[in-house]
């Protein structure tokens, strides 16, 4: 298990030889994600199936706040189901945060609840 900016990785690696230049670049790949949202911890699957086509699988499920988020991919390569999946993440983080604004902004202009005519009892009046 790694610790990358307070984020706890724990990484399961099947089938395959990872090194540790390896391990450093999945590792900033998922940094980079961290630089969206917080990210506490992230447990990172990454299969060989030599059975399987495509034979290569990479899962990631990172503890954000809210529900968690997720991802899966497979390919031909380990580079490039991972990259499949830290692009997957990156769009599930960015619709979050999008809608998120939106929600934020919403609230912020919606014409009842921004005027202070917005139904509360004025003293004095029944």
């Not at 230049?21 to 994600?33: A, D, H, P």
């Not at 911890?41 to 299969?47: F, I």
């Not at 999946?85 to 912020?108: F, P, Y």
């Amino acid at each position: 298990m790694m610790t990358s900016n307070s984020m706890k990785i724990q990484f399961h690696i099947r089938g395959l030889n990872i090194n540790a230049g390896s391990r450093r670049w999945l590792e900033q790949s998922l940094g980079r994600l961290q630089s969206l949202i917080s990210i506490t911890a992230a447990a990172v699957v990454l299969e060989h199936r030599r059975d399987e086509a495509p034979p290569f699988r990479s899962f990631v499920s990172l503890a954000v706040p809210g529900p968690d988020i997720h991802a899966e991919a497979h390919d031909h390569t380990a580079e490039a189901a991972w990259l499949k999946v830290t692009a997957d993440l990156r769009q599930q983080i960015v619709e979050r945060k999008g809608s998120q604004q939106l929600r934020r902004k919403g609230r912020r202009q919606h014409p009842l609840t921004a005027s202070p005519w917005c139904g509360a009892p004025v003293a004095g009046r029944a």
